[in-house]
């Protein structure tokens, strides 16, 4: 038999030259393509030294389900018609959330092989053309439908056992879990392209201000927590998680362009390199070593840090994949930024905020920029963009000079996790 | 507490496939049995006909007792899908099976509470029927 060398490493190094999100939001006259098309523009309107989309060779698009969103198949040659890239090769590429994740490491292997210089990756999802509970079906039919399904194990529910295994094992609490929701509003706050740009202590003042409009009892909230805790303000979904446990429905789109190291600079004169990527694979939820740990994402983070050749010490900020709360503690845990169990105090500490030692989500994460789910992958990829060119505007973190950021996408409840690492060139 | 709603549909049954035929038949007859691997003597869920941890086409099945542990446990609030509308509240459920094996399941239990469910208590498997072919697994906390 032949001797496997698993060398995992790319066959010459990639970086990432632009970058282009649409709004995110609810746009009810807007398909996945007009969203798509929305984010190309805007990556283009952005290139540091202008660029030719003739140049563009190939590329991936992430995409859940435009099938059962919008009853549109085959959408891959649709946006690339509508961005007027045709003949060149478009290939959609489904992983669940995880979905334009994975595309980007398809093109980032597509540069690496040698086969292309430059390569257009992006995602999309049209999610507010259904009703929520058509939207919530068409999620729920990522959980295995013989067996999961059938007992109503959907994702709140699936978070929510993660979440209470967490607290069973840890010092865990439900403060902590509603206090990443508060962290994550505060950053979204700053990000002009957030579903909600609103403190959790805006909607407070809202909520007061509507019961007084109407008439109504007037609810009094000493802190953004005392609010949060009000089961009419923020009512259950799936104890221990509630309303704003929860990331949101949302349309939107992102995109990159990924082209040779070598010829990076043609490009821009602060090209993003891609350090490292990382993907695994995980068993369902009832079937994992851990319940408090998503075995896929540990896995991929190890490839990514390898190939980069990095410790988690020198990570300076991540996106993560906060579809709920929880996850975000539990994928603070599996990066390694915090031991297990320490994440509930770092969010306590605020050591996850913009000015703490470890900067997660700096755009608001799913939470409150939000979850259009084929598009969140490469949208965690553009915010670490700007953040290690310095652009992050209001948002952008406090420790100077960040070099190193990381990227952290889960498909379903962690049957897919993928993972990048990329590096400012020094 | 939703009877004004308008009536759920029902839960999309499981459609079974040839290798999980058994498993459901049992399941009608209010028996819960479980895939087991001769070649490396342990049980497993999902049903199915290779065995996940050695890849053994040697396998056979064992009756379950029926009993076990909650793993962990949620208790869904708001129905994620117009099915499940009017069960909520409902509790979904990992058991770990005296056997061995995990499955995801629900806990049939009056009015839910956290406090009313730890981790780690004693629970046994009962039916639901949900049709003429089909018969759900769930558990109820043992007495
Ligand atoms: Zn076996």
């Known amino acids: 038999m032949a001797t496997i060398n698993k060398k995992r490493q790319l066959g010459r190094p990639v ?29 283009i309107q952005n290139m540091d030294k202008g660029f030719d989309i003739q140049d563009i060779e190939c590329a991936y698009v992430g995409n859940y389900s435009s099938d059962l969103f919008e009853h549109q198949g085959h959408t891959a040659p649709i946006v690339a018609d ?16 995880a979905s334009s994740g994975s595309a980007l490491r398809e093109g980032v292997m597509a540069i690496a092989s040698g086969m292309y210089d430059v390569v257009l990756v992006g995602g999309m999802e049209k999610m507010t053309n259904l009703p929520t509970d058509g939207v919530t079906d068409v999620l729920a039919s990522a959980a295995d439908g013989l067996y999961e399904v059938p007992a109503g194990l959907t994702f709140p529910g699936i978070f929510g056992a993660i979440a209470k295994a967490h607290m069973d094992r840890y010092e865990t609490n439900l403060d902590h879990l509603l206090k990443v929701a508060i962290k994550n509003h505060a950053n979204g706050a700053l990000n002009p392209k957030a579903q909600f740009q609103q403190t959790v202590n805006t909607m407070a003042e809202r909520r007061i201000a509507r019961a007084q409009e109407r008439g109504q009892d007037v609810p009094e909230y000493n802190s953004e927590l005392d609010f949060l805790n009000d089961e009419r303000a923020n009512p259950w979904i799936a104890w221990p998680l509630r309303l704003y446990d929860c990331a949101p429905i949302t349309d939107g789109a992102s995109c990159v362009l990924l082209v040779s190291e070598d010829i990076a600079h043609n490009f821009t004169d602060k090209p993003i390199n891609i350090a490292g990527i990382g993907q695994a694979t995980g068993k369902p ?24 050749g990095i410790t988690v010490s020198n990570v300076d900020l991540a996106e993560v994949h906060d579809c709920f709360t929880i996850a975000e503690i539990v994928a603070t845990e599996d990066l390694g930024f915090f031991a297990p169990g320490e994440g509930p105090r770092a969010v306590d500490e605020g050591r996850t905020a913009l000015d703490g030692d470890h900067p997660i989500n700096t755009s608001g994460g799913l939470k409150a920029k939000g979850h259009p789910v084929g598009a969140s992958g490469v949208g965690q990829v553009i915010e670490i963009y700007h953040q290690l060119r310095g652009e992050g505007g209001e948002r952008q973190v406090k420790k100077e000079n960040p070099t190193v950021g990381v990227t952290h996408n889960v498909g379903g409840t962690g049957g897919t996790c993928v993972v990048n690492v990329l590096r400012r060139e020094s | 507490m939703s009877q004004q709603q308008q009536a759920s549909p029902p839960i999309p049954a499981p459609v079974p496939q040839p290798e999980s035929d058994f498993y459901w038949e ?7 049995w479980l895939r087991h691997c001769k070649a490396c003597d342990s049980s497993y869920f999902y049903p199915r006909d290779i065995c996940p941890g050695c890849f053994s086409r040697d396998t056979d099945w064992i009756q379950s007792s029926g009993k076990g542990i909650i793993h962990t446990f949620s208790i869904v609030h708001r129905g994620p899908t117009p099915s499940f509308r009017d069960k909520a509240p409902y509790v979904p459920v990992i058991i770990e099976l005296e056997e061995g094996p995990r499955m995801p399941s629900n806990l049939v239990i ?3 509470q956290p406090e009313k469910i730890k981790i780690g208590m004693a629970v046994e498997v009962v039916f639901e029927v949900l049709d003429d072919k ?10």
């Open chain 2, 134 to 143: 089909i018969s759900l697994p769930k558990f109820k906390l043992s007495s």
């Open chain 1, 15 to 43: 970086s990432v030259v632009g970058a282009g999100l649409s709004q995110f939001g609810a746009f009810p006259d807007k398909d996945s393509r007009d969203l798509f098309v929305e984010a190309f523009r805007d990556m």
């Open chain 1, 285 to 308: 939820l009832h079937d994992s070593d851990e319940l408090t740990s998503l075995s896929a994402a540990k896995a991929a983070s190890q490839q990514a840090y390898e190939m980069a």
């Open chain 2, 110 to 112: 009056d009015d839910p």
């Open chain 2, 26 to 32: 049992k399941c009608k007859e209010e028996e819960l």
């Open chain 1, 82 to 97: 509508w961005l007027g890239i045709t003949p060149i090769p478009i290939t959609r590429i489904e992983n669940a959330c």
